[in-house]
């Protein structure tokens, strides 16, 4: 059985940094991509970074890109999501996800994600 658990959210000034992890259980972490969104009430969730299962490839949305640092340590089972110069618009509870298929491409493509985390809460003040 697949747990995804997300940690690291929590209340932070704008300009501030945060970071994400997400501790994965149930199989080999080392043969599947991984992927973080978020959302917002009343919105859709949004894709904000993606890994390939060995770390090599990275991708990141547009709002993101330049702030934000996806990484996964498959020793340890985990992937990150490091948020530096954080913006109001960045408050949403944050996801991590993990496809079914071993060693497929990284995707920003929310339904081609089958596991997800509980959710971890970030806000950032203005």
């Known amino acids: 059985q697949v747990q995804l658990v997300e940690s690291g959210g929590g209340l932070v000034q704008a300009g501030g940094s945060l970071r994400l992890s997400c501790a994965a259980s149930?199989?080999?972490?080392?043969?599947?991509?991984m992927g973080w969104f978020r959302q917002t009430p009343g919105q859709e969730r949004e894709f904000v970074a993606a890994?390939?299962?060995?770390?090599?490839?990275?991708y990141y949305a547009d709002s993101v890109k330049g702030r934000f640092t996806i990484s996964r340590d498959n020793a340890k089972d985990t992937v990150y999501l490091l948020m530096n110069s954080l913006k109001p618009e960045d408050t949403a509870v944050y996801y991590c996800a993990a496809p079914d298929r071993p060693f497929s491409a990284a995707t920003m493509t929310r339904w081609e994600y089958n596991y997800w985390g509980q959710g971890t809460q970030v806000t950032v003040s203005s």
């Open positions: 149930g199989r080999t972490f080392s043969h599947y991509a």
């Open positions: 890994i390939s299962w060995s770390g090599g490839r990275t």
